[in-house]
């Protein structure tokens, strides 16, 4: 069987297409959309309309870039959910009509599943069963993974996601969205114990960042009651301890799930995954611990559609085909199994 797919993301800010065929990734194209800069966070309607104007040259990109003409394709995939609506629409129509002008099957692809079979596009693969933290901007997850389609969620977040404790963090400290990049680059120069940020841990593992960035904004009011300047003399500082603070709440969730599963083959999955602190940090952790962990190549880390593809294909070797119909849903539950481990 040599399946030839179009994968088309189109969830958040980034407008992607990818080609498989016969499970290898043969490009990745991302269209990253500028436009939320200034806005704090991503703002839906300009992100829909900047769908619209990047998705057929990245298609058509990715279609010239594989020498393959729509006619070889035997199947469309797209990211149903969760996202945005009006982006999640454009992705999903596009799709829709190149499945019906050729014919072909339409495969519907979680995001969040998507970003842990990010692990499979190149090798060495992590091995069955492992533990994924799947760490974005819209969610937090420690992910029981059994086989390729076989999933269970153990522990999820209650309320903001890391990433999202990143960005309105650095909105607090004045930086542009996105914010996690560049609290991660300031962190380098700055001293992770400046202030000790208090870290919530719930029962269980589930995770809850909604606490610390409050803790990061009465902390800012009142030294600068003492500094104007407070921000500007020690961002750095500010940006390490605070990154330490986020890392520190997810390793602690993700030793627990370790000890109670006994799996030590880890990873991690989504754009905070992308973090230099935590990478570092679980580097030190492993040993101690014995894990063996492994980290995405950047370009699949943050969101792209080669992770679409590689989901798509094992849903095609599985037959798992949509209605033409089908809808794309903001809130897509994650699809789980039932696993008594
Ligand atoms: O997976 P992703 O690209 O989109 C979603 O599905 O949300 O993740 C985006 C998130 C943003 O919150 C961004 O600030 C964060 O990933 N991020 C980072 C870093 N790079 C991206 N957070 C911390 N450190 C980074 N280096
Ligand atoms: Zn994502």
New binding site residues.
Partial sequence: MHPAILAIES??D?TAASIIVDGKVLNNIVATQFVHKNYGGVVPELASREHQKNIVPVVDEALKKAAINISDLDAVAFTQGP?LLGSLLVGASFARSIAMVNSIPLISVH?MQA?ILSHFIDKPHPVFPFLCLT?????TQIILVIDYLKMKVLGETRDD?V??A??KG?KILGLPY????L??KYSKKGDENFVDFPVTELAGLDFSFSGIKTSLLYYLRDQQKKNRNFINDHLNDICASY?KALVKMLLIKLEQASKETGIKELAIA???S???F?RNSLDEKSKEMNWNVHYPKFEY???NAAMVAMTAHYKYINNQFEKADVKVDPRLKFPENEINF
């Fill in positions: 969830s958040c980034e996202g995001h970003h760490i974005s901007g819209g969610h996601a990433g999202e990143f960005d650095a996105p914010g996690g990049p609290i991660d990154q989504g754009g905070v992308v973090n230099s935590l880390c943050t969101d």
